[in-house]
């Protein structure tokens, strides 16, 4: 990117801030240099910002910034303004539209820009747009963990104030149903499905039936089982632990869990399958106390899940993210 830290630089910062430590804690002998000498004032960076233009270049942003997070007496809060506007004018040219499929340069180096921006902060739509990239390059981990960092960002009102269009959010979430069952399929860890958590240490709301204003009447999880069974595999109990979490936090609503299954089968042993499992979640929910009304039923292979984009999985891995439970509010 274009923030580059020169050697001296960097260490007479280091040197100074190590300074300020040394002396705070009373070992004055460290240096005789006092704290602070060599660190550039924050106010004059502040002045400098407001006075440069709105079309002031990328370059001539990044170096005040450079310089606001590694040779000044400036706190984070306003680093991470100067950050934060420099995500957002770049964002504004780098990706003036809502679907990568109006982008008509070079993916790979969209998404280095994209990358080298995180540099100066965070952004929902900074991970929406790397999780498209990755998405479309078949990456399906890396894209699920992008998608679930800018439902992360939405969800936080104070990182995004602006609550974003609600057909983005509708986009953002059914990305993550695809991804999830998908990510189910390819994962070898069983906490590649768990669910991140926000900074105040709330689960995001990608099982959730709304997120921020948006409302949805259900929810897939990727709620694995053993071959064959209604028996929930390692990765399944935890996805089910992540589910339960989110529910309890919108009051134990009344639930309809409803099953499905692969094309795998007959068709009438497919129907009975889903609807031992949607069984078996709610089993284990009532275990748990859940005090809202559960009702279930199995649709077999009847409703196999749609893919905005089937090319982009193969055949048999698209059979394999079939098997999924959903949860649809009463």
Same mark, same amino acid.
């Given at each position: 990117?274009?923030?580059?830290l ?31 000498a ?13 006075s ?9 942003k990044?170096?005040?910034y ?12 306003t ?24 982008h008509?340069g ?9 990358? !080298?921006?995180?540099?100066?902060? #965070?952004?929902? +739509? =900074? $991970? ?9 390059? /078949? ?7 992008a ?31 695809e991804l999830?069952?998908?990510g ?15 900074r ?17 009447k ?6 694995q089982?053993k071959? !064959?069974?209604?028996?929930?595999? #390692?990765?399944? +109990? =935890? $996805? ?9 936090? /919108? ?17 009438p042993?497919?129907?009975d ?6 069984q ?14 559960i ?6 292979e ?14 048999d ?9 959903e949860?649809?509010?009463?």
């Amino acid at each position: 990117m274009a923030v580059r830290l020169d050697t001296f630089s960097l260490v007479s910062s280091l040197y100074a801030r190590l300074n300020v430590l040394v002396l705070a804690l009373g070992i004055s002998s460290f240096a005789a240099a006092p704290a602070h000498a060599d660190l550039l004032s924050c106010e004059a960076l502040k002045k400098a910002w407001s006075s440069i233009s709105s079309d002031a270049s990328y370059d001539e942003k990044a170096s005040l910034y450079d310089q606001a997070y590694n040779d000044s007496d400036c706190d984070g809060v306003t680093v991470e303004a100067f950050g934060a506007d420099i995500i957002h004018s770049r964002l504004d040219s780098v990706v003036p539209f809502d679907s990568l499929a109006s982008h008509s340069g070079n993916i790979e180096e969209l998404k280095e820009t994209l990358l !080298d921006l995180q540099e100066f902060g #965070e952004h929902w +739509r =900074l $991970s929406y747009f790397l999780g498209e990239i990755y998405r479309q390059q /078949q990456q399906v981990l890396p894209a699920l963990r992008a998608y679930q960092e800018a439902l992360g960002l939405v969800d936080d009102e104070e990182l995004t104030p602006n609550e974003p269009d609600h057909r983005m959010i509708a986009r953002l979430r059914d990305r993550l149903d695809e991804l999830a069952v998908v990510g189910a399929q390819v994962s070898n860890s069983p906490e590649d499905v768990q669910i991140p958590t926000t900074r105040s240490g709330q689960t995001i709301s990608q099982y959730s039936f709304s997120t921020r204003g948006y409302k949805r009447k259900k929810t897939l999880v990727p709620i694995q089982f053993k071959y !064959d069974q209604a028996i929930l595999t #390692e990765a399944g +109990r =935890l $996805s089910f632990q992540d589910v339960r979490k989110t529910l309890e936090a /919108q009051g134990n609503p009344d639930i309809r869990v409803v099953g499905h299954t692969d094309p795998a089968g007959s068709g009438p042993y497919n129907l009975d399958l889903s609807l031992r499992r949607a069984q078996a979640i709610r089993e284990a929910l009532l275990n748990t106390g859940y005090s809202g009304r559960i009702d279930v039923d199995g649709k077999g292979e009847a409703q196999p899940f749609r893919f905005d984009d089937p090319s982009l999985y193969s055949e048999d891995l698209r059979n394999q993210a079939h098997r999924r439970v959903e949860f649809v509010r009463n």
